[in-house]
């Protein structure tokens, strides 16, 4: 069955040809002429099903017979991330090229003047993180009372994130009658709890399991040492037919060291996890899209939802320390019908070998594992690397004598951004407001820059799982809400994560009007 089947307008089926889509996914098939018919929607679908399409199509048409007031946008929706809400525009910009729809994106670590002024012109479609639409909404820059639609897209991931209560406020601030397009990729208790509250009689669409892994993607297990796990990674990155590869980490300071070694051993890399600057993830993940790099080093939290059509590789550095989180990641390749290939490292600690029978457990799948990997002898990286390696004197004691000596040194760079992280005045989320426990922290700057404890502090929040983070901080609505490995107290966070910078390039700040006709 074509597009045209399902009731969207000439303008909205030629933006998607020109998309070059030739038919509707299964979840476009089942929701597009539901949404059109003003029906709630409960879609249970992960990224890369299509989804997206099927609410942004409907709504384009829809809302293309009215007209916006200030302050008063016609349709929200919410995202968990600045990276999926930019994504979203994204694809608003796409298949609304042929209308004349107004958008604003009010994502947080953009400064908030630019984003009034855009609601300030009235938008027909608002995409937001739910911290920063609250903030927005308390300093009474925004009116929820004009709502026609509402989404609230990837609700399991704003579970994780500790967001749900957030997007219960705004769903009770929304007085007018609406339509709700709701999209999970799981249905947690708390999720299913809140679309019992919010949904009238919705039309329910299941596309994929939640726990199911696309066959087209190989999965290999490598049993290494944790000393040897670097130098196996760069053996697999050097005789793998890699493409582009996504090399995922638990922990936001392994991310910035693996990184860190593999552009020492002259690979082309980038790196993307929850401490850097806003305007600096979307530039490597630009530099990901359009083959500028070709490794990408991520942890769950900065790539969760990515949509990079064509990645030939994923490779788990660390078994992840959620099960749900190995189908999201080795869903980053193999997307669209193509072939991938995921392999994860593994050791033979107990908590992986924990980790390891919960990720086979939920996938069902006995992951192949890889014997014969023999460890060649490499060159050293540099000798910048041997001398900073020399000035300082490693404890760490997991990884290789060199690889320990890099990453030592990595710790002394990594402070000023996160200092920057400490100062940034304007937070779009829960999870930020939280990790500065006071306005006074943000007036400490001059004291961190000196060093004093708070920069000290930075690195042990680094040396911590982000979801962990997120997931303590979320308190009652995530307890017990999945089927979570348990971690010893030793491995659970001690202290908040500290937030976003505040910087962000021109294009993501509000009001990127749709090009007219
Ligand atoms: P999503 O699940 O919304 O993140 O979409 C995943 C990917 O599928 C995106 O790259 C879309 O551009 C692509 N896509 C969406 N709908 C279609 C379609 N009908 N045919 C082919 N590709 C599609």
Do not use: W
């Amino acid at each position: 069955m074509g597009f045209e089947r399902l009731g969207l307008s000439d303008p909205t089926l030629a933006a998607v040809a020109d998309a070059g889509y030739s038919e509707p996914t299964p979840i476009q098939a089942q929701a597009i002429p539901q949404v059109l018919m003003g029906r709630d929607i409960l879609g249970i679908a992960q990224t890369g099903t299509g989804k997206t399409a099927s609410f942004t199509l409907p709504m384009i048409d829809i809302l293309s017979e009215g007209r916006a007031r200030a302050r008063m946008p016609r349709s929200l929706i919410l995202e968990p991330t600045r990276e999926l809400a930019a994504q979203v525009a994204e694809n608003f910009e796409k298949y609304g090229k042929n209308t004349k729809l107004s958008m604003a994106l009010l994502i947080g670590g953009v400064n908030f003047t630019e984003q009034e002024k855009a609601l300030d012109r009235g938008v027909d479609v608002l995409i937001a993180t739910p911290g920063r639409l609250l903030d927005h909404f308390s300093r009474g820059k925004l009116l929820l009372n004009g709502i026609d639609i509402l989404v609230v897209d990837e609700a399991d991931r704003m579970l994780d994130m500790g967001f749900i209560p957030d997007v219960e406020k705004i769903c009770e601030r929304i007085t007018k009658n609406h339509q709700t397009l709701f999209f999970s990729a799981t249905m947690p208790p708390v999720i299913q709890r809140l679309t019992k509250q919010f949904l009238d009689d919705p039309k329910k669409i299941e596309v994929a399991r939640p726990a199911s892994t696309s066959s087209n993607i190989e999965q290999f297990l490598i049993e290494v040492s944790p000393r040897d796990k670097r130098k196996t990674l760069r053996q697999m990155l050097r005789e793998e037919k890699i493409k582009n590869g996504i090399i995922f980490c638990n922990r936001k300071r392994d991310v910035k060291e693996v990184f860190m070694s593999l552009e020492r051993h002259g690979f082309s890399v980038g790196q993307l996890h929850g401490d850097m600057e806003q305007s600096a993830r979307m530039e490597v993940l630009r530099q990901f899209k359009e083959n500028e790099i070709q490794l990408l080093c991520a942890s769950d939290v900065a790539a969760r939802g990515l949509d990079v059509p064509d990645v030939s590789h994923v490779f788990n550095f660390d078994v992840p320390g959620h099960a749900e989180d190995y189908v999201h990641r080795i869903g980053r390749t193999g997307r669209a019908g193509r072939q991938g290939k995921a392999i994860t490292i593994t050791t033979k600690s107990k908590i992986d070998v924990r980790l390891l029978e919960a990720v086979e457990k939920l996938t069902n799948t006995k992951i192949a594992r890889i014997n014969d990997l023999e460890l060649k002898p490499e060159k050293r990286a540099s000798k910048k690397t041997d001398k900073q390696a020399d000035d300082v004197k490693s404890n760490d004691p997991q990884p290789s004598e060199t690889d320990a000596r890099e990453s030592k040194s990595q710790v002394t760079e990594q402070e000023p951004s996160q200092e920057k992280s400490d100062t940034a005045q304007n937070s779009d989320s829960k999870t930020e407001k939280q990790a500065r426990p006071s306005r006074r922290q943000g007036r400490s700057n001059d004291r961190n820059e000196r060093g004093g404890r708070n920069a000290s502090r930075s690195n042990e929040r680094s040396d911590r799982p982000e979801r962990s983070e997120r997931s303590e901080r979320s308190g009652r609505y995530t307890q017990n809400s999945r089927d979570r490995i348990k971690f010893a107290p030793d491995d659970m966070p001690k202290e908040p994560f500290i937030g976003l910078g505040p910087h962000v390039p021109a294009f993501l700040v509000a009001g990127i009007d749709s090009p007219k006709k």
